[in-house]
């Protein structure tokens, strides 16, 4: 149980396209979604908290603009990168939080390696 | 708001050794800390976690312990084996914020067979 899956696993850009990134609960509801971004070998950067029906919370220094992010249900969320950028590069994890049972824990899926040429 | 902080950094034990990876927390407010393990492009896997009511959590190989008075909390890792290579996060909640997790900067692992 407590699965979550991403799609696209990799992909790869021409800079100044946008790129949808989606994040599946599958066998639970979430609450709350969370996207990450890592670096290599580097530990995991909080950038937005999504709600289901409501606007995401963003950390500061993320761009709102710049990351659309959108939960429409239960058991999705998805991350818009617009107008990537070589910078943009990076490995990008969402988490999700289910409705019911311990709130505290976060599931966590395998990440998009997002590489912007 | 909450910063963690982890040591070490880089860690490597002979297998069957013990590993000990130390966290420290700022919010006294923080009352969930779970354990994750990363193997290189894979996803974050929980290992363990405990809550501020419990001072100290096992589970088969893997165990960590909390001091809420002086906010650090770690992870042990007993007989260790090759499998256990990877880089283990640890992170701090407090379940008012959006039950966000602020994570620790990582430890890297290896097991010497």
């Known amino acids: 149980g407590a699965v979550v899956s991403q799609h696209p696993s990799r992909v790869i850009c021409k800079s100044g396209t946008s790129v949808k990134i989606e994040c599946r609960s599958l066998?639970?509801?979430?609450?709350?979604m969370f996207w990450y971004r890592q670096f290599p070998k580097q530990s995991l950067m909080l950038m937005a908290t999504?709600?289901?029906?409501?606007?995401?919370?963003?950390e500061q220094g993320v761009e709102k603009d710049k990351f659309l992010i959108n939960h429409a249900s239960l058991t999705l969320s998805t991350l818009t990168v617009t107008s990537a950028h070589p910078e943009d590069s990076s490995f990008y994890i969402c988490?999700?939080?289910?409705?019911?049972?311990?709130?505290?824990?976060?599931?966590f899926g395998p990440g998009t390696r997002l590489t912007v040429l | 708001g909450e910063n963690v902080e982890q040591h070490p950094s880089t860690l490597s034990v002979q297998e069957g050794d013990s590993a000990v990876i130390k966290c420290t927390y700022s919010?006294?407010?923080?009352?969930?800390f779970p354990w994750y393990k990363q193997e290189l492009g894979k996803r974050p896997q929980l290992i363990i976690d405990?809550?501020?009511?419990?001072g100290e959590k096992k589970d088969q190989r893997i165990a960590v312990t909390l001091n809420k008075t002086a906010k650090h909390f770690s992870l042990h890792i007993t007989e260790t084996q090759p499998e256990d290579s990877a880089v283990y996060f640890c992170?701090?909640?407090?379940?008012?914020?959006?039950?966000?997790?602020?994570f620790g900067t990582g430890t890297s692992l290896t097991v010497i067979p």
């Open positions: 992170a701090a909640s407090n379940g008012n914020t959006g039950n966000q997790f602020y």
């Open positions: 999504s709600n289901e029906g409501s606007k995401a919370t963003y």
């Open positions: 066998d639970f509801q979430a609450t709350t």
């Open positions: 919010d006294s407010a923080s009352n969930y």
């Open positions: 405990i809550r501020s009511n419990v």
């Open positions: 988490s999700a939080s289910p409705v019911a049972g311990s709130t505290d824990t976060q599931y």
